[in-house]
């Protein structure tokens, strides 16, 4: 396996048939946590750059000038990019799943959907 979306991937294939309605509800759910990851991602990218305007500016204040520094710090992003791909992968992979629990498919939860949002506004 090359990363997390591999091995998890495959652990959904296995266990799919197995699960609850709540537990696939758990995974389907994953976008939310995915959101929540890659704003994180985006704060820590946007800190990055001005470490990285600072140094421009006043003529290498230090940051950035140790390789193995910023390949650990390019590879944390890397596995926070690739959670995120994950959890989304997932929930699509998921929410399937839990409409078809319920006795609905994504046509009528698409409806249903549209309507409670009708009802609502």
Request: include cysteine; proline fraction near 1%; charge should be negative.
């Amino acid at each position: 396996m090359r990363n997390l979306r591999d091995a998890v991937f495959l652990l959904w294939e296995k266990a799919e048939d197995r699960l609850t309605l709540d537990e696939v509800s758990m995974f389907s759910g994953g976008m939310e946590n995915a959101q929540h990851l890659a704003q994180d991602l985006a704060v820590i990218c946007g800190s990055l750059a001005a470490l990285v305007a600072e140094d421009s500016e006043n003529g290498n204040a230090g940051n950035f000038q140790n390789g193995e520094e910023v390949q650990a710090l390019l590879r944390t992003l890397e596995c926070g990019s690739d959670q995120v791909a994950t959890l989304i992968g997932l929930a699509r992979r998921a929410e399937p799943r839990r409409l078809e629990m319920m006795g609905w498919n994504e046509i009528e939860a698409y409806e249903k959907a549209k309507h409670l949002r009708k009802v609502k506004s």
